[in-house]
């Protein structure tokens, strides 16, 4: 399978890209961002209308950048969850009505394994076996891959907020804009991250065997609000570059903690971290600090494939063509909570 035209539309961003033999040949993207950072998060609605305007001039931006024309595309890769259910069918949409005026093969790809399928495009073919750390908005999880088109075993995911999603609720408490990770982010290298000890979700010992490999950043969140309540009662100074270097050492040790936990207990030799929290400049930091030493390779794909992109849709349907994965029915349906363990939608995957 020589050309898988790749497209992504489960949240803000329209993708879509052109993955040749394994390689990213074009790259064309659109974000509704700005219309939702008024509102301090996302809208569904405004994010389904803002895909319907962005998808034909995204498309013929990235066959412009191919030079092709939609006939020399080979295959079509879509992802079909999880996401905002309005936001996928958009995009699932085109997607099925290209595949039928071309009559092309479409699959219907996992939004969260396209995460790490990308970074195969940067770094080349996967190992035999490895750890994959997805960390979003929406997503904090971690998988077992074996083979990324046909065998991936979850193991863990959040239990209430992303770590992402903690990111922008703390970065809205310290008065930041939306999306606050990159804000909060930048605001923690200034701050001391040991000044103040916030807690870590799931880090009692009991959990070692209820939740080896589950997180939470509900009540870390919580934590944040009453320090900085407890202060203000006080009438004590708030430093803000101290609560967020506290805090995101304390949401970044939580992942990379369990990441390390899952590849000792697999025995596995290299981890793939994806999800546009991957970008975070003190989780690479402390991935390669604590993996290295271990001998466990860290792959993290370049910060803009990181993020949602149609690169990524690409990407996995590339890998399931080239495994001979058979394509999805015409007729599949969008699944906002699709399972970690199913990279493509089959004929039983309909309801």
């Known amino acids: 399978m020589a050309s898988v035209l790749g497209i992504e539309s489960s949240c803000d961003e329209t993708g879509v890209s052109l993955v040749r033999d394994g390689e990213l040949v074009a790259h064309a993207l659109a974000s509704s961002m700005e219309e939702h950072a008024?509102?301090?998060?996302?809208?569904?609605?405004?994010?389904?209308?803002a895909h319907l305007n962005s998808f034909i001039p995204v498309l013929e931006?990235?066959?412009?950048?191919?030079?092709i024309d939609?006939?020399?595309?080979?295959?079509?890769?879509?992802?079909?969850?999880?996401?905002l259910v309005g936001s996928l069918g958009v995009g699932v949409s085109a997607a099925k009505a290209l595949a039928f005026a071309l009559g092309k093969p479409i699959y219907a790809v996992n939004h969260?394994?396209?995460?790490?399928?990308?970074?195969?495009?940067?770094?080349?073919?996967?190992?035999?076996?490895?750890?994959?750390?997805?960390?979003?908005g929406g997503h904090s999880s971690l998988v077992h891959v074996r083979d990324i088109a046909s065998d991936v075993e979850e193991l863990g995911g959040t239990l209430d907020d992303a770590a992402g999603e903690a990111f922008d609720k703390v970065g809205r408490l310290l008065g930041l804009p939306y999306p606050g990770g990159p804000h909060v982010d930048k605001l923690a290298k200034d701050g001391d991250k040991d000044a103040i000890v916030f807690p870590r979700g799931l880090a009692a010992g009991k959990y070692r065997h209820t939740h080896?490999?589950?997180?939470?950043?509900?009540?870390?969140k919580t934590a944040v609000a009453r320090?900085?309540?407890?202060?203000?009662l006080r009438e004590q100074d708030i430093n803000p570059a101290d609560i967020a270097a506290g805090f995101s050492e304390s949401v970044v040790d939580s992942l990379v903690t369990k990441a390390l936990r899952a590849c000792e207990d697999y025995g596995a030799e290299t981890i793939v971290v994806g999800g546009g929290f991957s970008a975070n400049s003190r989780l690479r930091a402390l991935l390669a600090e604590r993996m290295e030493p271990r001998g466990i390779a860290v792959r993290i794909p370049s910060p803009y494939l990181c993020t949602d992109n149609g690169a990524m849709a690409g990407a996995l349907g590339w890998e399931l063509a080239r495994a001979g994965i058979a394509p999805s029915p015409?007729?599949?349906?969008?699944?906002?909570?699709?399972?970690?363990?199913?990279?493509?939608?089959?004929?039983?995957?309909?309801?």
């Open 212 to 220: 080896p490999y589950d997180f939470s950043f509900s009540g870390l």
């Open 61 to 67: 931006e990235c066959l412009a950048q191919a030079d």
């Open 227 to 232: 320090s900085i309540e407890g202060a203000q």
């Open 70 to 83: 939609t006939n020399e595309i080979d295959a079509i890769a879509v992802v079909a969850g999880p996401g």
């Open 38 to 49: 008024r509102y301090g998060g996302i809208i569904p609605e405004v994010a389904s209308r």
């Open 330 to 351: 015409l007729d599949f349906s969008v699944h906002s909570s699709l399972s970690l363990s199913v990279p493509c939608l089959s004929g039983d995957m309909n309801a």
């Open 112 to 136: 969260i394994l396209a995460h790490l399928a990308v970074d195969r495009l940067e770094h080349g073919d996967f190992p035999g076996s490895f750890i994959g750390l997805v960390v979003s």
